[in-house]
């Protein structure tokens, strides 16, 4: 059971607006930058979001971050078919001295 | 450009100890202020943190496997390394290295190399 908790699915059709949540805890998301990774289908993760809300260069701003309190949220607007991938949020945890990693959340565009 | 490459046994016996090691090229590993890192999956399940090491040599890693692991850096090669010890089927998974940047955190990922822990 992962430290961070995220819904294990997540759909939408093609133009849609989904939103994945990460929820943790005050050693954890509550005093921590979040961080989101994508991970195409046979890929390696690759770094979505950064710092709660910031983009590396590159990823479009179809994907935005948040965070209020103790947890997290990964929009991404104007879904496309290429977006179908899993999403997991990280962070470090302060009680464990590590970082932890949500359960992953399989979006699939319908 | 920074990329990393991991490399090693894909077959490892149960009892024995699992070595990989992480190539670095397009950058020095001991330039700026990084942390490396290693990250398992096992087949259809989520990402499970390892642990990481500084170029300094200090350490960080998961409670639940800080027993059996030791990661170390060589600057001479650019390289760094995971081994696990008294490995069993639950450590078969892919097995990622990774830069840990105090910014950006998780930013560039190895391709991943599959570990597969059986007689």
């Known amino acids: 059971q992962s430290v961070l908790t995220q819904p294990p699915s997540a759909s939408g059709t093609p133009g849609q607006r989904v939103t994945i949540s990460c929820s943790g805890s005050s050693s954890n998301i509550g005093s921590n930058y979040v961080y989101w990774h994508q991970q195409l289908p046979g890929t390696a993760p690759k770094l979505l979001i950064y710092?709660?809300?910031q983009r590396p260069s590159g990823v479009p701003d179809r994907f935005s971050g948040s965070k209020f309190g103790t947890s997290a949220s990964l929009a991404i607007s104007g879904l496309r078919s290429e977006d179908e991938a899993d999403y997991y949020c990280?962070?470090?945890?302060?009680?464990?001295?590590?970082?932890?990693f949500g359960g992953g959340t399989k979006l699939t565009v319908l | 450009q920074v990329q990393l490459q991991e490399s090693g046994p894909g077959l490892v016996k149960p009892s024995q100890t699992l070595s990989l090691t992480c190539t670095v090229s397009g950058g020095s590993i001991s330039s700026g202020s990084y942390y490396w890192s290693w990250i398992r999956q096992p087949a259809g399940k989520g990402l499970e943190w390892i642990g990481r090491i500084y170029t300094s040599g200090s350490t960080n890693y998961n409670p639940s496997l800080k027993s059996r692991v030791t990661i170390s850096v060589d600057t001479s090669k650019n390289q760094f390394s995971l081994n696990l010890s008294s490995v069993t089927a639950a450590d078969t998974a892919v097995y990622y290295c990774?830069?840990?940047?105090?910014?950006?955190?998780?930013?560039?990922w190895g391709q991943g190399t599959l570990v597969t822990v059986s007689s």
């Open positions: 990774a830069r840990d940047n105090e910014e950006a955190g998780l930013d560039y």
């Open positions: 710092r709660n809300n």
């Open positions: 990280a962070v470090w945890d302060n009680s464990l001295s590590g970082v932890v």
